[in-house]
């Protein structure tokens, strides 16, 4: 199986648009900037690391046609299209990081003709999609050496090919485990409102062949009560200086649970995620999305009272005290964590 | 509002199809035992304490046409009647209070003319029906108590109007404190995988002019961070003597979650759901449910990949520990439960 869940092919952004799936494969051709800012805010493209590309790739379709004389007005043009992608979806930190890679990128080559600043635009979006399937490949050997044989992952949303270019995080993790010939088992909460987990990360590890059995998220405790789970795996969206973690609603629930019933709770996740300007969980902007979410199963039939107030938090934030490890492409952080992060990310 | 979830009319059990909820009030009539063990299957009557007068009525329509003409010819007839009834769902407490309460009737007047045993029956099975209106009030006075002005309680599932007669236990207690003019709001849960909070509790609150915001269940726990929760109620499906809990699947979640934020937890349940001769948690069956409920919303559109393993308990244990109290029509029962509902129930 060959998946690429973004890839830049004939002059326009291929995703897999992930709203179809469980369905079939369905992909879209993005040529321009708002069709892309949609297909982001909708989720067609999804998953911290893969929104690093997405923001990169998408600099590159805002400018592309840019007819700035000077590199000042390239550059607000740039600032523009950044800024517009950024406002897609505000927790996700992957997501700001490939628009500063761009955009040091255009900083770094000041000198140089904008055509030419353009094609390296295009290069950097195209090496942060290189870059991440080396990283995600790390992640997966790091965290495979804290899996042992015939160990049982409770994760959660999904963090695997599909939120990545083509491996995975959390679940690129439990690839490497599969691969080392580990025979694991996987638990994947369903992940409401949106259902990725059921919807996307039961239909990537069935593809390869993993045993893997859905639940509906309120089940986790009765399935950690019963013994049945030795780690808990999640991505992260964004990760605060101190280890406090953003992820999928659902997951700061999951690491309540584990400490209860003293299972280890891992956090896997790109340097990329890491966001070492905000101290603490506290100052990390929690995307809330639309009631209709909750109300309407993909906005279909209604399946609550019309009109009832609803709260619709995209993620939560876990914190750094509830974390036993973080599985990174730099390796395994242990706590101490602000002094254990800060230590491996000013190499 | 005058709501009525089960009645006696017309000769045949009347029951609100709550599968058509938030839709609209559609009335069942139902006067064939099947076509009752499909309805209780099939949630369209639902509610530990409804189950009770549910079981019983389906009592009285299993024998009413008995042409046995000896008691005990009789009593085998209304067992096989029970034994069937007991089938549908098998945590319910309730439902076997129910069956019991009909059985005992019976067997007090072993001695009557069968026609007027079996009128007995009925008029028993109405009796469940005026007791259980009479005791979900004094849940809720006694539950009205522990509620202070301006509180905000997070429930899950349906234990309310739609799950008792007229009033509900855990929402009883609501009901009452709304009535003593305390300004309260309500969190409910959506309650996965039917929806029970998104489509019955948010309805019959909303109804009644109470102030309810609808969440995912894996919200909960950002909701009690926040502090925005004063305290947890949900009602039960069968109570051990040692005061071990099932409920809704979920409701563990939930007890896990409130004693990691210190947010007292209570079980509101009548004496009814109370079942003394199990001793713990661990001797209470758990159904579990058709994988489709997790698989396919209401059985319709996939939303999960061809044949996924699913894990799909219907209920899950509490253990007693984590319960701050239970509130009961006898009373609020305190710690240690095991001695004080020996206390309570046998008075």
């Given at each position: 199986m060959e998946i690429r869940t973004i890839a830049w092919v004939n002059n326009k952004i291929r995703?897999?648009?992930?709203?179809?799936l469980p369905q079939g494969i369905k992909y879209l051709d993005i040529k321009d900037l708002k069709t892309l800012w949609i297909a982001i805010k909708e989720l067609k493209v999804r998953g911290a690391p893969v929104l690093g590309a997405a923001a990169a790739l998408g600099s590159f379709v805002g400018i592309r046609y840019s007819r700035a004389a000077s590199f000042n007005r390239f550059m607000q043009e740039l600032e523009k299209v950044a800024k517009y992608i950024g406002s897609?979806?505000?927790?996700?930190r992957n997501l700001f990081w490939g628009l500063e890679r761009v955009k040091k990128i255009a900083l770094d080559n000041k000198g140089k003709p904008i055509r030419i600043i353009k094609s390296m635009i295009l290069k950097e979006a195209q090496a942060i999609i290189q870059d991440d399937r080396v990283s995600c490949r790390k992640i997966g050997s790091y965290g495979a050496r804290l899996v042992k044989d015939a160990d049982v992952i409770l994760t959660i949303c999904n963090a695997g090919i599909l939120a990545t270019i083509d491996y995975g995080t959390a679940l690129g993790v439990i690839y490497r485990a599969h691969q080392q010939r580990k025979n694991i088992k996987v638990y994947a909460c369903e992940t409401r409102p949106l259902l990725q987990g059921a919807r996307l990360t039961t239909w990537e590890l069935q593809k390869r062949g993993l045993d893997v059995t859905l639940i509906c998220d309120s089940m986790a405790a009765t399935l950690m009560r019963s013994g049945k789970i030795d780690k808990v795996i999640t991505g992260a969206d964004r990760i605060a200086a101190n280890g406090d973690s953003a992820n999928k609603i659902g997951t700061y629930n999951l690491a309540v649970l584990s400490r209860y019933h003293k299972i280890p709770f891992y956090v896997a996740a790109p340097?990329?995620?890491?966001?070492?300007?905000?101290?603490?969980?506290?100052?990390i902007t929690i995307e809330e999305r639309d009631p209709r979410e909750i109300t309407e199963l993909f906005f279909k039939k209604?399946?609550?009272?019309?009109?009832v107030k609803v709260f619709n938090p995209a993620f939560d934030v876990t914190d750094?005290?509830?974390?036993?490890a973080f599985i990174t492409d730099k390796g395994i952080i242990k706590p101490p964590y602000k002094k254990n992060i800060q230590k491996t990310f000013s190499k």
């Open positions: 995703i897999i648009d992930q709203t179809k897609s979806r505000p927790t996700a340097a990329s995620s890491f966001d070492l300007s905000i101290k603490s969980g506290q100052g209604p399946i609550a009272v019309s009109g750094q005290g509830l974390i036993s």
